[in-house]
């Protein structure tokens, strides 16, 4: 006998034969298809900011200048289990300045609750907290040191947010200019269709006019 892991092992089966002691022997088989629950054994791992490990320190700099809602750097954790035992939170777990930065529950992302100050302290320090959701709880915490400089242009995080806005913006105008184009060109094909079906229908109407009249001077003559 031995323990099974989930992360190896999900599924295996064993082959029971069941065999008298007539003679002859008589005998008969059954497979037994053995699935694995899986155990809340794996905490979380921190894989970005990518220095960091379990409890180590990670350092960004933000401007002095940010408003509520800057971006100030992401979290980012996976677990090794399954199902419920691999759902992720993060949580501030001690903080410089609880009323300065905030991480969302669910992303991950650290951002400013509100604006800079001038009295703000220059060096900020953060203890996040993620836990899984499994039974027993299995967590690991990472320590993000912030350092707010005067002048400092805003992080690439924030960069890539708004290039990433402003690419979904001109890919919406692309499309909007397709559908009209395409638009145009059905309401142009559709007037075309009208206008040769009367060019059609008026030519019929010309030529049997055009008959009829030289019926009628056939007759007279």
């Known amino acids: 006998m031995h323990s099974f892991d989930y992360e190896k092992l999900k599924v295996f089966q064993i082959v029971v034969q069941a065999k008298d002691q007539g003679s002859p022997s008589l005998s008969s088989n059954t497979t037994v298809h053995v699935f694995i629950l899986d155990q809340n054994d794996n905490a979380p791992a921190v894989i970005y900011p990518s220095s960091a490990g379990l409890g180590s320190l990670s350092l960004q700099r933000m401007p002095r200048s940010a408003k509520a809602g800057h971006l100030v750097t992401k979290v980012t954790a996976v677990d090794a289990d399954s199902g419920h035992n691999a759902w992720i939170s993060y949580k501030v777990a001690e903080a410089t300045d609880a009323s300065l930065f905030g991480v969302n529950q669910y992303t991950g992302e650290v951002r400013t609750k509100r604006a800079v100050a001038e009295q703000d302290d220059s060096s900020q320090r953060l203890l996040i ?5 499994g039974e027993p709880v299995q967590s690991a915490t990472v320590t993000v040191s912030i350092l707010m400089e005067d002048g400092l242009h805003e992080p690439i995080l924030d960069i890539r947010h708004k290039a990433a806005e402003s690419g979904g913006k001109t890919g919406r105008l692309a499309l909007y200019l397709i559908l009209s184009l395409a638009s145009v060109s059905v309401l142009s094909l559709v007037t ?6 009367k060019c059609v229908r008026n030519s019929r109407g010309s030529a049997s006019c055009c008959v009829r009249r030289s019926d009628c001077d056939d007759y007279k003559n």
Request: no cysteine; net charge negative; glycine share 0%.
């Open 129 to 133: 907290e993620i836990r899984d959701d």
């Open 192 to 197: 075309f269709l009208i206008l040769a079906v």
